[in-house]
Nanobody, 125 residues
Framework: QVQLVESGGGLVQAGGSLRLSCAAS????????MGWFRQAPGKEREFVAA????????YYADSVKGRFTISRDNAETTVYLQMNSLKPEDTAVYYC??????????????????WGHGTQVTVSS
């Protein structure tokens, strides 16, 4: 079992930056693939980014590539999402998720059994 708590969301103007954090409990954090997903009002939840347990393999959705950076600190059992050049279409609730497997699909939310409660990100134009 792992519990996840997101923080760092807020209101920012277009072009601005935010850094989301996801603090995880549990001794097995370092073995999990960690992902960030988001859900905008009236839309389905979508994949944003993921990072394998060693931090060496990283994945991004095309919509955020070049603007967002995912990272993890296994010693601090925390995963981060640095978001730069934010756009109004980035407005959503952002969720952190944990996948206990070290391989396979990373952009399918069904592969992640553990989820945080989400943090709101609002980008004004």
């Amino acid at each position: 079992q792992v519990q996840l708590v997101e923080s760092g969301g807020g209101l920012v103007q277009a072009g601005g930056s935010l850094r989301l954090s996801c603090a995880a409990s549990g001794r097995t954090f370092s073995s999990y693939t960690m992902g960030w997903f988001r859900q905008a009002p009236g839309k389905e939840r979508e994949f944003v980014a993921a990072i394998r347990r060693n931090g060496g393999t990283i994945y991004y959705a095309d919509s955020v590539k070049g603007r967002f950076t995912i990272s993890r600190d296994n010693a601090e059992t925390t995963v981060y999402l640095q978001m730069n050049s934010l756009k109004p279409e980035d407005t959503a609730v952002y969720y952190c998720a944990a996948n206990p497997t070290a391989w396979g699909t990373v952009n399918d939310d069904q592969k992640y059994p553990y989820w945080g409660h989400g943090t709101q990100v609002t980008v004004s134009s």
